[in-house]
Structures are given as C-alpha cells and as structure tokens.
C-alpha cells in the first residue's frame, strides 16, 4: 500500500477555485487508479473523480462533471483535482485514495480502494 498526504483545501467564495494535491509515497503503478471521495457532515463519502493511472482515462460524478479535473504527475507520484466553480454543496473534507487492482468496473466505488489519506478540508462560503 502507498501513503497519500492531500493538501490544497481552505476556504474559498463560491464560484472560486481549488486545486488539491495528493502526493504518494511509492510509486503509483499504471495499474493503479486514483480516486478523490469526499465527505461531508452527516453524510457517507461519496465519488467525484478517478483516474486510470495508465490509461489516462477519467471519470466523474454527473455533480462535479465540467467544474472539476482530474489529472495525475507521474514523476512526482503525485495526483490533482482541480476544482472551479465551487458551490456551497462542495463543502466536505477531500479524502485522497489509492486502488492497486483497478478495474473499470470498480473504479468509482470507495469500497475498492486500498489506500486513503487523512483528507483536506474544503470550505465555499461567502
């Protein structure tokens, strides 16, 4: 398993920007994918993005689709979620995760990923 530290989150007026940063400890494998969940007050942790460590391919939550990027640094063993046209709604803290055995079939389940980080706060408010 890899550690994942995510950092990037802070307050932030809706309609702004945030890009988060979820750096690993290992290296991320091209069968790997990497996923970003967050969590709410009161509510489970849900999706909004993955990407497929080898292929590139994406993959976003109907919510987030448009407003927010996925995108991954091979040298740096490192994952990005950029975030704009925040809302209120996106308030959660940002968990970081890791799937070793990725399939497309599961890429979007939090219940497939091995590895997660502690999270990052993200606050949209006026």
């Known amino acids: 398993q890899v550690q994942l530290l995510e950092s990037g989150g802070g307050l932030v007026q809706p309609g702004g920007s945030l890009r988060l940063s979820c750096a690993a400890s290992?290296?991320?494998?091209?069968?790997?994918?990497m996923g970003w969940f967050p969590q709410a007050p009161g509510k489970e942790r849900e999706f909004v993005a993955a990407?497929?460590?080898?292929?590139?391919?994406?993959y976003y939550a109907d919510s987030v689709y448009g407003r927010f990027t996925i995108s991954g640094d091979n040298a740096k063993n490192t994952v990005y979620l950029q975030m704009n046209r925040l809302k209120p709604e996106d308030t959660a803290v940002y968990y970081c995760?890791?799937?070793?055995?990725?399939?497309?079939?599961?890429?979007?389940?939090?219940?497939?990923?091995?590895?997660w980080g502690q999270g990052t706060q993200v606050t949209v408010s006026s």
């Open positions: 990407i497929s460590w080898g292929s590139g391919t994406t």
């Open positions: 290992g290296r991320i494998f091209i069968w790997y994918a």
């Open positions: 995760a890791a799937d070793s055995l990725s399939t497309g079939a599961t890429i979007m389940r939090g219940s497939a990923y091995e590895s």
